[in-house]
């Protein structure tokens, strides 16, 4: 089983979709910062979704409990997770109990968001969710969200389809660099 895996900060604060009208509107925001993170590793083909969720820091240890849950969930299989190059993901503890659990960890290349298909459902679910809401109480806001997660991973989504393609252009010379 193939993963991509990355996290999310989300952050119980406005975000405007488009607003333009004759008169002043009142639009309604929450204030303050409290921030919702959510680890996830997504299987392209099956449309899975594996959370860890806090409302601290996400860091090394968060990605072990990641780990631990895919090793879990996909016992008797092999568990390839890819993920991009942040500090906490390629530190010596997750590398070590990658390697114990037997999930081979491959990481993408920098600043390459659009290799990574988790970003694709992070993207989908600021769309559904954030963009032009109220929340008025930070539980209410993480329940949104997480419901979102959740609804994505049904297969009978098509609209998800073709957010989650896996048609990649592949370019075998550089058209920059001439031999």
């Known amino acids: 089983m193939a993963f991509t895996g990355n ?4 952050v119980l604060q406005p975000f405007l979709g488009f607003l333009w009208c004759f008169q002043r509107y009142f639009v309604y925001s929450a204030s303050g910062r409290k921030r919702f993170n959510v680890l996830g590793a997504l299987n392209a083909i099956t449309l899975e979704v594996v959370t860890i969720t806090n409302d601290s820091y996400i860091n090394a240890l968060s990605v072990c409990d990641l780990l631990r849950k895919l090793a879990m969930k996909h016992a008797n299989e092999a568990v390839t ?4 190059n942040a500090r906490y993901q390629k530190c010596k503890i997750v590398t070590e109990l990658a390697a114990q659990l037997k999930i081979e960890l491959i990481y993408l290349p920098a600043y390459s968001p659009n290799l ?3 970003e694709r459902l992070w993207r989908h679910v600021k769309q559904q969710v954030l963009y032009s809401r109220y929340y008025d109480s930070f539980p209410k ?3 949104a969200i997480t419901d979102c997660i959740n609804a994505s991973q049904l297969p009978e989504k098509k609209s998800l389809r073709s957010l989650f393609s896996l048609k990649f252009q592949i370019i075998e010379k550089s058209q920059i660099l001439n031999e």
């Open 141 to 143: 806001f993480k329940t």
């Open 116 to 118: 990574n298909l988790i």
């Open 7 to 10: 996290c999310w900060h989300f």
């Open 81 to 84: 997770l890819f993920l991009d």
